[in-house]
């Protein structure tokens, strides 16, 4: 009965990815069409019309030529049809047709723009082009996606990865997504970055340029100003400290002490996660601005006149750890509970006391922990956007200036490149040392077996000051979080003290008029654009994590370090570079994105692939490996154990990332601000234009919204995805 | 109701080697047969590259070099999908989200049975088992044993060519061990099935085995039926291995014929010669064949110097002039103390003839 595939000849997925060549190059429209999904092109003109033609039309009618060569690509596989995946000939035409018609089609793409040839020695070499073309369009893409998996088939059929056609064609797409997403834009920021004004490249002027004064300067140390590379710098390495050290101490209450609240203390930590960053920079704006609560009443407390001390370096400070405490929180949890029990007993039973035990064996232990929280946190304080914005006043920081770089009266795309460079060096730097200096020092002891020991309480020397710091800071979260939903039901801030729903009306108003429901609420637009993308890249990000997570655990294969590294570099590329990048990038054929909700959802999808990625590795490597291989024995395919065995078991790793990337989507700034259109508007960047606006309590009563808005769609998908059943005893011995 | 049939298939290895990396060889030119319905167990110490033999049959790992075949079919390109055979793993690997239902017809559902044929066969593979009626269970509600017999029927009803153990009774305790490999071996012979079992349990191998492999660093030392084995080891190691032996250092004085003379010390003593050509060799003797006497008498002279009361039977250990030996009796009524003279001599059969160094 049971098949045995050696026998068959073609394989049912292969002749799927030649159907969809030919349709991408015969059908659907090569090149971009505005509103594709309302297929109104179809009456349009289409087949005939140049903007909707498909490449097959344009060809056949003497247009763009160069597409013509892709037909031979397309043409070869339909030859292999009838043969064995045995057969030498099978794999090479393949790996020739796909290797070619991929190349081929990235080739021309590249090559001809908007203005013909877009490189001076393709003029000299072919002479001038008159024709020209547009941004890809879905034929475009479906074709490229045919060519590609063309070749992994091809290459599987030659014996990569035990021929294995799913875990071939999984790499192949990975890679080329991230190519093309990840390192496709910023090699372009990075060669703009070099530019010169009349469009040529230079590395001479680069240097002028990268050590300016206004961005190594070292004024300040003299009285006056200095550059934003070092100001970024000294916040980031603040914000890495005080994150690490306020994030041990809420995980040292949690891990060793008698402490009897510690799920509200968890809650309370994991409240800033689902908050759009800036929004704690709103709450500190009212509590220590010009008019904030605390400000006027000291003044009048004190009689001294009230300044506007926040805004700056310490509101940046404050802000930013208020936000990013709980990710430092996350890193250290793990590493504090992962010092093994029974080490800290042995330390015990060997006559030292807690204290000593805690400075001998646990503090050692964490150290490593420590430096990733620090790490973490100094990346995460030099890629925050909406902080520096609200609160900055005269401290610029990178994230700031390449925004006003690019959107500003300067319009300076190079400096914002030279910027996003200095940017994307600093992180990258701190990525490095995490992960080479850090990645083979853990000292996390976390092992199969079952430790029945129970971590020893902290010493009270520790204890003490420790309670008082975490008390500290849950009671000034509680006032930041109480400042948030009251002030978006304060009239107007610190003038009229009123209470009402004007905000939430003016934001969220729906009218039933005789049309049917109309959402006349200013801020309708952008949250339903919003809610749209979030929902459209959290699956998305989810899957692409995990089919990552997937190769990097379960599978081998060559070049599979550069693979990871590749995977995870986006985690360190901040998002300003990142919507710097894509603006640079995409704004031109062969891809032409900007100004679509596309671009959003892909910067979302590869902005939050790495946590995907991570969550996937750490529960993926929880699972059996024999599990996958008695799959494959019992005569699964790698692509049924993937979802069959696998997918199912992993429903946590999935629902992480689901939900991280959901909120993530809601809640980011840094790229999107970049990225939006009049059409597309984003919650995050609406808001930030009512802060511009000084409409405060707009921004808040919205702001305050969304956080419920992702509270409930984080219990939905909890939901949604439901538990795996997998079942423990309950009482032992009842079967045998 | 469907039965579960075999369609036992033969595996063959030609000149196969396994090589990790560019240095780490588990497998080394291995070449062998397991004939179709018959149980051969791959014997070895942990590294000697027996499970990874296992697994190149299951197509989870591929050979480096040589060639590899079930039945006439050479497979050594095909990755563990496209092979028709399936293996029990220690762990058992059965699938935690799944009932045992589910488990034992997961690989019925990629193999093209409709529905009832899927739920007949996987009836009777869990009656085959003894567990007919724990169907909806998950595995985490069964006890080791039973968790162990859901993997054999999962593996079962799927009628592999070859069916594959690996150390299937590791984790299971003693008495449970024995019960199990009994059956293991019944259904084997019941259904004609050809099974490749690894262990490193000597005892479990003579136990269920028609053939046993014996290996040692990623090459094979010895294979032949389990008597064959514990009675003519080719060398110290199997010898060793199998069953404990004394190796006692002796001269092989005289050749007549397949009949040597070997001397320990002033005692002489005759044996099949096993090929051997006079000087030094091993005499390889089991605890059981041992023969010891009170007093001087025909023999090496010897000492006790432990003895322990196991209830069924006494364990010495004696030192005489070669060295110290390892005894068993069976009479516990009288027994030796330590420091009593005795002689040793053999029992008529069982030692046997090894050469003196080990090939290397």
Request: proline residues 4%; charged residues 15%; contains cysteine.
């Amino acid at each position: 009965m049971r098949t045995v595939s050696l026998e068959q000849t073609t394989h049912p997925v292969l002749i799927f990815w030649i159907i969809a060549g030919w349709v991408g190059y015969c059908i659907l429209p090569w090149y971009g069409v505005e509103g594709f999904w309302s297929f109104e092109w179809l009456v349009d003109g289409w087949p005939l019309d140049d903007d909707y033609a498909p490449a097959a039309v344009l060809v056949g009618v003497g247009q763009k030529l160069w597409l013509a060569p892709m037909l031979l690509a397309l043409a070869a596989p339909l030859l292999v049809l009838g043969r064995r995946k045995t057969d030498p000939l099978y794999a090479q035409v393949l790996i020739a047709a796909g290797g070619f018609g991929f190349a081929w089609l990235v080739a021309q793409g590249l090559g001809i723009g908007l203005r013909g040839f877009t490189a001076e020695w393709l003029t000299t070499l072919f002479g001038t082009l008159d024709d020209r073309q547009f941004g890809m369009g879905y034929g475009a893409m479906v074709t490229a996606s045919a060519f590609l998996f063309l070749f992994t088939h091809g290459i599987a059929a030659r014996g990569a990865i035990n021929g294995d056609v799913f875990v071939t064609s999984a790499i192949g797409g990975v890679i080329a997504v991230v190519t093309i997403f990840v390192f496709f834009p910023i090699t372009k920021m990075l060669l703009a970055a070099f530019a010169t004004d009349d469009g040529g490249y230079s590395v001479l002027g680069f240097f002028p340029k990268f050590f300016d004064d206004r961005i190594w300067g070292l004024d300040c140390l003299s009285g006056g100003r200095c550059g934003v590379a070092w100001n970024s710098l000294l916040l980031a390495v603040l914000v890495g400290v005080l994150t690490t050290l306020l994030g041990l101490a809420f995980a040292l209450v949690l891990t060793r002490s008698g402490f009897r609240y510690k799920r509200l203390l968890r809650a309370l930590t994991v409240l800033p996660i689902i908050t759009p960053p800036f929004v704690i920079g709103l709450a500190i704006i009212l509590l220590f601005g010009l008019s904030g609560t605390v400000t006027t009443s000291l003044a009048a407390m004190f009689g001294v006149e009230a300044t506007r001390w926040i805004y700056g370096l310490p509101g940046i400070l404050i802000a930013q750890l208020l936000a990013f405490t709980p990710i430092a929180f996350l890193v250290l949890i793990g590493v504090v509970e992962g010092v093994s029990p029974s080490m800290e007993e042995a330390a015990q039973t060997l006559r030292a006391n807690r204290w000593q035990t805690f400075r001998t064996v646990s503090w050692p232990l964490m150290r490593p922990g420590l430096a990733n929280a620090f790490l973490l946190g100094f990346i995460e304080s030099m890629a925050d956007f909406g902080n520096p914005l609200v609160l900055g006043g005269n401290f610029d920081v990178l994230s700031t200036e390449i925004f006003f770089a690019i959107v500003g009266a300067q319009y300076d795309q190079s400096r914002a490149a030279i910027l996003a460079v200095v940017l994307l060096g600093f992180t990258l730097g701190a990525f490095y040392l995490q992960r080479f200096w850090l990645g083979r020092k853990s000292y996390t002891t976390v092992t199969g077996k079952g430790d029945a020991g129970v971590h020893p309480p902290m010493p009270n020397g520790l204890a003490y000051p420790v309670y008082a710091v975490v008390a500290l800071w849950s009671a000034f979260t509680l006032v930041v979080y109480g400042m948030i939903l009251y002030g978006s039901v304060v009239q107007l801030w610190g003038v009229d003290d009123t209470l009402t729903f004007k905000h939430y009306l003016t934001a969220f108003r729906i009218d039933w008029t005789e049309d049917g429901l109309r959402w006349t609420g200013s801020a309708w637009d952008s949250f339903w654009t919003t809610m749209t993308i979030a929902t459209l890249a959290a699956p998305l990000t989810a899957a692409i994590g995990l089919i990552t997570a997937y190769l990097l655990t379960r599978q081998t294969f060559a070049g599979k370090r550069a693979f990871e590294f590749g995977t995870m570099l986006s985690f360190a590329i901040p998002g300003t570079v990142i919507g710097v990048a894509y603006i640079l990038a995409f704004n031109v054929p062969p891809i032409e994105i900007t100004g679509t909700g596309l671009i959003l959802v892909i910067s979302f999808i590869f902005r939050n692939m790495p946590v995907g990625v991570r969550a996937g590795i750490a529960s993926m490597s929880q699972l059996d490996k024999s599990l996958d291989e008695s799959s494959l024995t019992l005569g699964a395919n790698s692509w049924q154990t993937f979802r069959a065995v696998i997918l199912p078991l992993l429903r946590p790793a999935i629902l992480a990332a689901l939900v991280y990337s959901f909120v993530r989507a809601m809640t980011a700034i840094s790229a999107v601000i970049f990225l939006v259109s009049a059409r597309y508007d984003m919650s995050t960047s609406y808001i930030i234009g009512r802060v511009e606006n000084n409409d405060y309590g707009l921004a808040i009563a919205y702001s305050t919204a969304l956080i419920f808005v992702m509270l409930a769609a984080v219990g939905l998908l909890q939901l949604l995805v439901g538990r795996t059943r997998i079942g423990r005893r309950t009482s032992h011995g009842e079967i045998h | 109701m469907t039965g579960i049939n075999a369609k036992a298939a033969s595996v063959r290895f030609e000149n196969v080697s396994k090589v990790y990396g560019t240095k780490v060889t588990a497998v080394d030119n291995i070449s062998l047969e397991v004939r179709a319905g018959t149980l051969v167990t791959l014997l070895g110490p942990s590294g000697c590259g027996k499970t990874t033999t296992l697994r190149m049959i299951a197509g989870l790992e591929m050979a480096t070099r040589g060639r590899i075949f079930i039945g006439e079919k050479d497979v050594t390109k095909l990755p563990a999908t496209d092979r028709d055979v399936s293996m029990v793993f220690q762990s058992y690997a059965l699938f935690p989200h799944m009932t045992v239902m589910e488990n034992v017809s997961y690989g019925l559902k990629f193999s093209g049975f409709d529905k009832a044929e899927t739920k007949d066969k996987a009836l009777a593979g869990l009656g085959l088992v003894g567990l007919t009626g724990y169907g909806d269970r998950l595995p985490s509600e069964l006890s080791g044993g039973q968790q162990q017999r859901v993997a054999v029927a999962r593996a079962l009803v799927l009628e592999p060519q070859v069916l594959l153990f690996d150390e299937p009774l590791s984790n299971l305790d003693a008495k449970l061990r024995r019960q199990v490999r009994e059956e293991i071996r019944e259904i084997q012979q019941n259904l004609g099935l050809t099974v490749v079992y690894v262990t490193h349990d000597q005892e479990e191998a003579l136990a269920v085995s028609d053939e046993i492999v014996v290996m040692r660093n990623a090459a094979i030392a010895q294979k032949g039926t389990p008597r064959e084995l514990y009675e003519a080891p080719a060398d110290a190691f199997v010898a060793d291995f199998i069953g404990e032996a004394n190796l006692i250092p002796v001269d092989i004085v005289a050749l007549d014929g397949d009949t040597a003379t070997v001397r320990i010390a002033d005692y002489t003593h005759r044996l099949p010669s096993r090929g051997l050509p006079q000087g030094p060799a091993k005499l390889a003797v089991r605890p059981s064949r041992m023969r010891l006497v009170a007093g001087v008498g025909d023999g090496v002279p010897a000492v006790i110097d432990k003895a322990t009361y196991v209830g069924s039977r006494m364990e010495y250990t004696v030192t005489a002039a070669f060295g110290t030996v390892f005894a068993v009796l069976d009479d516990v009524t009288t027994p030796f103390r330590i420091g009593d003279a005795v002689t040793i001599s053999f029992a008529a059969s069982g030692p046997v003839l090894i050469p003196a160094s080990q090939p290397s």
